[in-house]
């Protein structure tokens, strides 16, 4: 049987990609090579620049997440070379292994998936690191499984107070375009990114942000590399081209969805995702249920874990939602598998839409039998309803 | 500055076109004399068959709701006839004056605004044309503009009680695929349907169901009409083809949508549309408010009218939903301007958009400083709770 | 078996629809009432003036352009009156025909559909209408059943010279934006046009111009009228709104068409169409064909009907086109069917598809046993070689 | 000025993407890890088995084809490996250097660019080999540098002839459903093939086809990889899953194009190739212009290269093409940069878009001051019409 009316993907992420992005990638493909493409890919290259908050380099991969992840470290270490790494959460674990999986060794600062990096750790750390043997600090900026966000400056801060020369890595796959955040004034080296959060896009995309200290690290590394070299990229960018095929639709998309940022206001959407964050835990709160994250400071706008109650399966909630409401939660992840489910509220979202999602949650709750006080959608309502403003002319 | 996220457009009509619909009209335009087109034409031809319920003829009109009522009127009826309407409500009124405007001598049987047509008025009136100079009896199955509901069988029982010959017309336009209807069985003469209600397509197309009656009335009929005309469209139209140039992608829209009603299944879209009206009212109930429609059983499932207390302006209340929520709602007409809003729950609907609705009404009310008792949207969402059923696989 | 690559839709019109008008269409429908209407009926209002060539009214009618002709006949006439029409053709003699069942009293000047409308004809009859009996003298611009082209501002010196008063119609339904034209400056008092020839467009529009001598003389006319009403628009027009639910898609597409065709600018897509009507009537005679307008500076640059040698059979020669080259031509339409066929060349078109349909005109004649002489798409390529120029740097 | 008309995208890929799959890439992004996502995947990975012929392994990846490329390498090699290739073109050269690149020895063995590789060469190569130091030959199938085809299946002889173990690699990126291949069949260990040639798709996706051999290969494998691990998919695959988030959007766009290659037939797909590449060859010779592949039977049904004249410029005359008549065609790329251009002649492609390309390109030579004889376009003409049938109902 059809199931009437709009899907509700609230998932943190793919996010739902508004209708001007993907009518954007449903032009014609043209000639990667021409005249035509060149202005594209420019336009694509310069405008990720924006987003980013970066004067240095962007490189833009026909691949997933997981790709750029990958290209950020193999660019500028070298096999056997040391990365600090901090364990926020499901994803940084993910990045971790991966890390061991092309070669280097990495150290994962262990914690409990319930708060962000702590810069006071990895300062700790690399002070102790006296002959300077790790190359790079590895953070995620928003963790995508726990709805921890880690205070990217403060730790630019840890690594200068310790003195040390490691290269700074963070993954913002989750929270480019989303959450504040600033390449070159927080001193990152590589950041890394995603099309299909935050950048509306479906997944397909992803990016490397690179500063000057990266690409001249990445001149001397000496992991055996191809798909993912900067080196290569550089040249042809120059000019708006690839070295090799581009995802030439995806680009299409990409700068529309630039555009779409910009007529907003950056400024505005990172106001926006912080707002929906708490009014999403307020209704978390009035359920008498409890935010995975519990670090103030770090919760995030992008999403919000909520931890089930003990004896009551998530992965059972959430199966209820889909089913009945045809509403999509994130699940939990590894070591919080059916414990925790994830509501996404990033991207191109509003109030109305958190209400619905909101409501299909306390609805599921109900039907799935987890206790729960009702009201966590009312009491969403009354905070957004309390901040809300007028975006058009009454 | 942008809008992020969904606009939610919960007028009565048009309604929310689905993705499925939007891209097949998004499919290049054919040659309509070729062979390719007739496949078309025959399967929108059939496939309305059976949304109308009939199998006598169906007509299809390059053309707004407005146009398929005009077409009722002049193939069947001569000029300085005379037509017994309903006022029903506003639309009721414009194909009244519709009516009088293409040379026809309606008479209205005049209402509150707050029901259906009655039966027994329209069969009082009958009987008392002994003459049966009234030669064609017009009702609005739900009148757009008020939400209530007219009893189509019981109005076509008062009619064969008083043994009057005329004509049965219903407009059924914004009931079409939303409320239960049934051409034949029930005795319509003419249906009058239009494309962007139930049928969740964009406006541009509208219908005219015939009987072998007014199909016979027709022939006799001495009103000048060419563009409207049954008789040119009945030799094309049987080998899918149509006497002046179609509208091509309109119809790929229609075919699709056709699919779509009949995946989900016409008796379900029904109930649906009920149960989305229930909860509605409901929330209304909890506001302290008044639903417009105050006869049980006319209430409607394809929209609500809501009265505003004394001394406040629904266009204002209106006009902070859509800069606010970006919640489009409908406005009271004619003489019920300012004085009612209304809330469209039809067409490619379900339950958590219904529950993003009247949350934007909710909280709308609030900062339009309309007098409201909070918990309308608890209350639906508690109804819409405990009558929920899976639609897919848990 | 499914049929590779694109189709060629060389029908003189539906013309074929560009991506970006599709994808404009492909957008959701809004609100009618709302205020982001307003913005998309003003530009469509505003726009559609700089095509006509317009200082005074444009009506925009969700219906085909047929509806357009009844629209400019009935909003203007009064039942009985007399109106002169000129046989240029199939369409001239529907017009004429719509023109007596909607109740007026056309008089038609017979020709052999082989050239547009001889100025000196019409002026000889109105200097015979000594007592003005004819209201309206009403002429196509772009006989689209024949490529013949009517020398409108030579009409108007005719009818200026006769020093007549009827108003003065013209039909640029497959003349508007592809081939010079100007409502105010030639004294049209109403243009007919339609959205899926030179606007590139689906159908499902239709358009009257208007002058402020037709709009009183429509004031003053009494036929019946409700959906093709001028007086109904032009309130809500002033404020970018319609009187009845508009097709809003098509609005949508129809300012992406307004915004092509500024694009290329108007001067240009007349002179393209001008050099394609010229190549292909090279074609024509390369092949020893006659093409079936025979009245010099008449010839259409939106279409060429080309005459069969007797005995052979244009459809037959048609289904071979489109059967082995999926190649769609015009058909000869009542007295000429089957015995021209019709090569569109109009629209949103260039040299290349150009040569794609004359090839297959070539292999569709070999293939059907038409006696022809080859080289005529060699012949239409070396002149278009000839002319090229460089739309884009080198 | 905007450029009227379709654009000729005659690339040798990207080829263009038929609306059917734009639109289908067009809808909403769903949950990769809910169960709708399944249903799309696993139904592409089981439809690019039917493309690929084999029953063994499909991967997918979220990349361009040189990201397949390398994946095929380092998963089933280790470091120091020798590996033989063969010099058929540009791409076979990038392949080599990618090789080296990442940490293998390749030996590549030279021609001139002008034929397909020679199985007689490789097997000489492998008999010497008495060590079997080389684990694996790659081959390019369609070398899309040069227009030559390699015989596969011949190659494969050679290998067994020489009685050799090394693992055996095909690139068809350019080639797979356009030319006949056959994975099983013909023994291939790992074939590469990319989304944007004969699949229709955008670029963004890339495959490798996978025989138990190679599978085990990959499992003592050496190398370090992450992001192309066929190990890391096998698990999730087999639910129709994949390890990380997948480019979801083109795989609904996958999905169609298997639809539409089997509506059409394999078979007929393959034929219509080679029956295009026949007329381009017979075009270019009546141009008294030279086929840059040699090696009868080598001939490529997918692109056709040409060689210029002597002091003639191959990308001054492309510029022609792209700026009068909006065509672009490919480029001659490193040791024949400026030498040569190439006509693509593959993907969703009809005899209508031949001529129309050919067209092109032969008043481009005239604008250009190229040397050449008229009639190459007629040329080809007279040889699609002689060999034409009939694709649907006449």
């Given at each position: 049987m059809r199931t009437a009316g709009r899907h509700f993907l609230q998932i943190p992420g793919p996010s739902t990609v508004p209708d001007r992005i993907l009518?954007?990638?449903?032009?014609?493909?043209?000639?990667?090579r021409g005249p035509a493409f060149a202005a594209v890919g420019k336009r694509a290259l310069d405008g990720m620049k924006t987003i980013f908050k970066t004067d240095s380099y962007v490189f833009i991969y026909p691949a997933s997440g997981t790709g750029a992840w990958e290209a950020a470290l193999v660019n500028a270490l070298s096999p056997g070379d040391k990365v600090l790494m901090y364990e926020t959460g499901h994803f940084a674990t993910l990045w971790c292994e991966l890390a061991e999986r092309v070669g280097l060794q990495p150290?994962?600062?262990?914690?409990?998936?319930?708060a962000g990096a702590d810069p006071d750790r990895i300062e700790e750390r690399l002070r102790a690191d006296k002959a300077n043997d790790i190359k790079a600090v590895c953070v995620v900026h928003?963790?995508?499984s726990t709805g921890s966000v880690s205070p990217v400056s403060a730790i630019r801060r840890a690594i200068d107070a310790a003195g040390h020369p490691a290269l700074f890595m963070v993954d913002t796959i989750s929270s480019l375009a989303s959450?504040?955040?600033?390449h070159d004034d927080w001193g990152v080296d590589i950041t890394v990114g995603g099309s299909q959060k935050g950048l509306m896009l479906p997944p397909g995309l992803s990016f490397n942000a690179v500063s000057e200290k990266a690409m001249a690290a990445s001149k001397k590394a000496t992991t055996s590399i191809s798909y993912w070299s900067w080196d290569a990229m550089v040249g042809p960018n120059k000019n708006g081209y690839f070295p090799y095929t581009p995802a030439t639709n995806m680009l299409y998309g990409l700068n529309e969805a630039i555009d779409m940022l910009n007529e907003e206001g950056l400024e505005n959407v990172f106001a926006r995702h912080t707002r929906h964050g708490e009014a999403t835990?307020?209704?978390?709160?009035?359920?008498d249920l409890e935010v995975l994250c519990n670090r103030q400071g770090h919760e995030?706008?992008?999403l919000t874990a909520v931890m089930m109650p003990d004896g009551h399966s998530a992965d059972a909630f959430r199966a209820k939602t889909l089913a009945h409401f045809d509403l999509s939660l994130g699940n939990?992840?590894?070591?919080?598998?059916?414990?925790?489910?994830?509501?996404?509220h990033l991207g191109d979202f509003?109030?109305?839409?958190?209400?619905?999602?909101?409501?299909g949650v306390e609805m599921g709750l109900d039907l799935a039998g987890v206790p729960y006080r009702a009201g966590g959608a009312q009491a969403a309502m009354n905070q957004l309803k309390d901040t809300a403003t007028a975006k058009t002319a009454e």
């Open positions: 009518r954007a990638i449903d032009m014609p493909t043209i000639d990667h150290e994962l600062i262990e914690s409990d998936w319930r928003n963790e995508t959450i504040d955040y600033r835990r307020t209704a978390v709160r009035a359920w995030s706008g992008v939990g992840l590894s070591k919080i598998a059916d414990k925790v489910f994830r509501i996404g509003n109030d109305l839409t958190l209400m619905a999602a909101l409501s």
